[in-house]
């Protein structure tokens, strides 16, 4: 069965400093892959998505980057936090489905980032 | 642009009685998924139901049912025999079938469920 990991599970940061969170899904090839936002009491804001490795699709722009170095990571980044950075951050996944395409996202347990 | 619209944004239930939430969307598409997601403290995503636009019978999953309307973009969902366990935050999201759509769910701002012994 496919399964997804982020790390780590909570950040507290400096403003300015850089960030680097990493998620992997297991059991599974050539997923696109989805990093989204969540701040407090609001929804989910999708940042990036990834249909293969080194394909990278940016929603919002802003100070945050992505990376896909292999099939099934993918690497949520920035060289300066900013305040607003803070947030939950959830990586998600999709496989080809009964719908005929990678419709349906499954997410992991999520990046608690605290920027101070 | 699609829109999801969770009009409750907090519910409550007894132990074992039934509790259905609300969920709308605008869509000028005709082809589409809908999702309810659960959050529970742990704040991880879980999905619960999901539904193809083009398909007129409702999804059913154990416990939890919806109510697809594609004329009135409604999209509630049913809890049966509710349980403390299902107390968490619902989302609902739609994602475009359009080929070549980036792939995105467009949430709502959920509603926290409470459910009460």
């Known amino acids: 069965s496919q399964t997804i990991h982020q790390w780590p599970a909570t950040l507290v940061q400096p403003v300015g400093s850089p960030l680097s969170l990493e998620c992997t899904v297991e059991g599974t090839s050539n997923p696109n892959l989805y990093w989204y936002r969540q701040a407090a009491g609001r929804g989910l804001q999708l940042l990036f998505y990834?249909?293969?490795?080194?394909?990278i699709s940016s929603e919002v722009p802003q100070n945050l980057s992505a990376s896909r170095p292999q099939d099934r990571q993918f690497i949520l980044s920035s060289k300066k936090l900013l305040l607003s950075d803070s947030g939950f951050y959830l990586c998600?996944?999709?496989?080809?489905?009964?719908?005929?395409?990678?419709?349906?996202?499954?997410f992991g347990p999520g990046t608690r980032l605290l920027v101070l | 642009a699609q829109t999801v619209t969770q009009s409750q944004p907090e519910m409550s239930v007894q132990e074992a009685e039934t509790v259905t939430l609300s969920c709308t969307y605008d869509?000028?598409?005709?082809?589409?998924?809908l999702f309810w997601y659960k959050q529970p403290p742990s704040r991880q995503m879980i999905l619960v139901i999901r539904?193809?636009?083009?398909?007129?019978q409702n999804a059913t999953e154990n416990r939890f049912s919806v109510n697809f309307q594609k004329a009135a973009k409604s999209f509630s969902l049913k809890i049966s025999d509710s349980q403390l366990g299902d107390a968490a935050m619902y989302f609902c999201?739609?994602?475009?079938?359009?080929?070549?759509?980036?792939?995105?769910?467009?949430f709502g701002k959920g509603t926290l469920l409470t459910v009460n012994p």
């Open positions: 998600a996944w999709s496989v080809l489905g009964s719908g005929g395409s990678k419709e349906t996202q499954y």
């Open positions: 999201a739609y994602r475009s079938a359009r080929w070549g759509s980036n792939y995105k769910l467009t």
């Open positions: 869509t000028s598409e005709s082809d589409y998924y």
């Open positions: 990834s249909v293969g490795i080194g394909q």
């Open positions: 539904q193809e636009a083009y398909k007129q």
